[in-house]
């Protein structure tokens, strides 16, 4: 699939990190994208491997997991859909990745190289900010998998009723 | 106004899907826009009655509750299935029955409270006067989750002293949840019983209305929930009876 520069700065806008680029710095951070396709079942990245990219996905879906040492399981954490980021982590943290993310279906997306993304981010800090939003936001989905996971709890809502059970 | 009308048995072999599909075919023949929802995720099995298999059924309930699609994107419009003469429209929902998201499922699990939100968006975004659903025998997350939001909630029960046990659990269930609207439908009652005497002691057993006695019968039997009984035998006295059920669950 080829895209336009301009097609490209058009998908960068609709990521909620990018909205607030200004028409210089969109095209900027287009330049410096390169388009990448997977077949469904492609892994775009691997739990451990040191490979440092964003990833935004552009058609297509990729699902996030990450794997356990046990019984060779995993626990899905989220689908990113069209116009949503994966692997920002690998910005900031400079560790192998922390989960592997596979295509369900034919995708493709937009792939920032981390050493491109870091030297544009120092320039422009507003977005450094939007950025943190973003990650925020997944820590708060994390805890909330966490909780999930480890306590194996009901939701509110189904606990209220639940409740009413007590004959 | 749009209702929700949820189908459950507190044990299995009731004919939750046969009721279900037939039902809602009627509403739909009748001019309804009508949904129904297989939300027995871990055993589907309603897509046969429209005879669809497993390469029909590209998107499912399975996606929505992944988060990957939205849930009236899991619709198939099966209004043909109802012959040239329906006025209505007629959508399935089904569960995914691919092995492998099926087990994806038993894995990983899903947010089970998406159902509630499922149903609302589907009403609103199909345009739905009716949405039917059927569930997976016995009491589970998503039973629980239905029962509260239904609007008439239907429990079938076979005249058999293990489904009587049975039903008085269910029944408490939904008084506790105050379902307000809670009707009993016997289901494949066999020719020795009189259906008169069953009702009423169905009725006077759990002081609740039974909408109808349906016999057993050896033609849905022969349809081995391949297609609508209510299409194949449309005069067939079952169908008066499903008929009957339908006309209650609109009121």
Redesign the interface.
């Known amino acids: 699939m080829q895209l336009s520069q301009e097609e490209i700065v058009g998908y960068l806008r609709r990521v909620s990190a990018f909205k607030k680029l200004v028409d210089e710095q969109a095209e900027e951070l287009a330049k410096i994208s390169q388009v990448r396709q997977f077949a469904r079942g492609d892994e775009l990245f691997k739990q451990g491997d040191k490979n440092g990219g964003v990833y935004i996905v552009v058609s297509g ?1 990729v699902i996030i997991e990450r794997e356990l040492d046990r019984n060779n ?1 995993s ?2 954490l ?2 990113a ?1 069209p116009v949503e980021s994966l692997g920002e982590m690998s910005l900031f943290v400079d560790a192998p990745r922390s989960v592997t993310a596979t295509a ?1 279906e034919n995708t493709v997306t937009l792939w920032i190289d981390n050493d491109d993304f870091v030297s544009f981010i120092s320039r422009y800090p507003d977005l450094l900010l939007e950025l943190c939003k973003v990650l925020s936001q997944r820590l708060v989905e994390a805890y909330d998998k966490i909780a999930e996971v480890t306590l194996n709890r ?2 509110r ?2 606990r209220k ?2 409740d ?4 | 106004m749009s209702k929700t009308i949820v189908l459950h048995s507190f044990r299995g072999g009731t004919g939750k899907t046969n009721t279900s599909a037939n039902v809602g075919a009627i509403l739909a023949r009748r001019g309804l826009r009508v949904g129904v929802i297989d939300i027995d995720i871990q055993s589907p099995g309603i897509h046969t009655l429209f005879e669809l298999t497993e390469k029909d059924v590209k998107t499912s309930l399975n996606g929505y509750l ?3 699609i939205e849930i009236e994107e899991a619709a198939i419009d099966v209004t043909d299935r109802l012959g040239d003469e329906a006025k209505g429209k007629y959508y399935l929902i089904p569960s995914s029955i691919k092995a492998s998201d099926i087990a994806r499922i038993l ?2 699990g899903y ?3 998406l159902l ?1 939100d499922g149903y609302k968006q589907l009403l609103g975004a199909l345009e739905l006067d009716v949405l039917i659903v059927d569930t997976h025998p016995g009491l589970n ?1 998503e039973i ?2 239905s029962m ?1 939001v239904a609007d008439t909630l239907v429990v079938l029960l076979r005249p058999d002293q293990q489904d009587y046990q049975g039903t008085s659990i269910s029944m ?2 939904a008084q ?3 379902v307000e609207d809670v009707v009993l439908l016997v289901n494949k009652n066999p020719p020795l019983f009189n259906p008169e005497m069953v009702k009423e002691r169905v009725e006077d057993a759990y002081k609740s209305n039974v909408v109808a006695v349906l016999p057993h019968s050896d033609e849905m039997l022969s349809l081995s929930s391949a297609k609508l009984f209510v299409r194949e035998f449309p005069d067939h006295p079952l169908t008066a009876l499903f008929e009957k059920v339908a006309d209650r669950c609109v009121v």
């Open positions: 879906k399981s626990v899905s989220m689908v859909k369900l009901k939701p809502e189904l009723l639940y009413k059970l007590d004959f | 992944w988060g990957e894995r990983d947010k089970v409270t509630d997350d629980l989750l509260a408490k269930l506790n949840l105050e």
